[in-house]
């Protein structure tokens, strides 16, 4: 049940999309139903927080319109669906967002530990660590081929790549648990010593951005990391 919800800015979420997929209805009758149901609430507090607007990349590649909702706000919108299959959604729903937030309590506990505190600082430095081979070996071989791309497009490239490998959202780090924050340090080092070595042997910077990302992934595969934190899992 992980997948109907997931964990951003220490809250238990789901989407409109996620809403529509498993209720069986159209995503713009869901939009529809949420922005009736945010005129109802207008007048009171905290709608903001759960009902939320957000917006979603379509196959197209297209920007669409969706909404963030918190267990009150699904829980608000989806009182109107009925019959015995919505009936059954909702309660996987509620048991979904239930084992969200016992999680989240779990990992506001473990955050106060020294051992989290410690792991997230060596993660930091791993990172500085990446960035340092970027800026020593990628910038300049780039440099070097005729690359006008920015300095720091080379770093959100490999940021997001290593974010990607773990199933992990940018800017999201402080909300890792410690066995996946020790995974984020791993990482850092594993993309640091493929730039070095990689270079070392004479390729492009193109195909060391390519190599990396397969290592990454490669690591990510065998270390079961989808499977052992699926409370991260995001996708809108």
């Known amino acids: 049940m992980n997948e109907l919800v997931f964990l951003q800015n220490e809250q238990a979420l789901t989407t409109s999309l996620k809403v529509a997929e498993?209720?069986?209805?159209?995503?713009?009758?869901?939009?529809?139903?949420?922005?009736?149901?945010?005129?109802?609430?207008?007048?009171?507090?905290?709608?903001?927080?759960?009902?939320?607007?957000?917006t979603y990349v379509d196959a197209k590649g297209e920007t669409r319109p969706m909404y963030l909702l918190n267990r009150d706000g699904f829980s608000f919108?989806?009182?109107?669906?009925?019959?015995?299959?919505?009936?059954?959604?909702?309660?996987?729903?509620?048991?979904?967002?239930?084992?969200?937030?016992?999680?989240?309590?779990?990992?506001?506990?473990?955050?106060?530990?020294?051992?989290?505190?410690?792991i997230r600082r060596a993660g930091k430095q791993s990172n500085k660590k990446l960035c340092a081979a970027i800026h020593e070996v990628i910038i300049p071989l780039a440099r070097d081929a005729?690359?006008?791309?920015?300095?720091?497009?080379?770093?959100?490239s490999y940021q997001k790549m290593l974010n990607k490998s773990l199933g992990i959202k940018p800017r999201s780090r402080d909300e890792l648990p410690l066995a996946l924050q020790y995974e984020v340090d791993k990482c850092h080092t594993i993309a640091e010593i493929s730039i070095r070595g990689r270079a070392a042997?004479?390729?492009?910077?193109k195909q060391i951005f390519q190599d990396t990302k397969q290592t990454l992934e490669s690591y990510s595969q065998l270390s079961f990391i989808s499977e052992r934190f699926p409370m991260l899992s995001h996708e809108h």
Do not use: C
């Open 201 to 205: 042997q004479g390729k492009q910077y």
């Open 146 to 156: 005729g690359s006008t791309t920015p300095d720091e497009r080379f770093y959100q």
């Open 22 to 54: 498993y209720f069986e209805k159209r995503h713009n009758d869901v939009l529809r139903a949420i922005e009736t149901a945010k005129s109802n609430l207008r007048n009171f507090a905290h709608v903001e927080k759960a009902i939320t607007p957000s």
């Open 77 to 118: 919108v989806v009182m109107r669906f009925t019959g015995a299959k919505a009936a059954e959604w909702q309660w996987k729903f509620i048991q979904a967002f239930n084992a969200m937030e016992q999680k989240i309590i779990e990992l506001m506990a473990e955050r106060q530990t020294a051992e989290w505190r410690e």
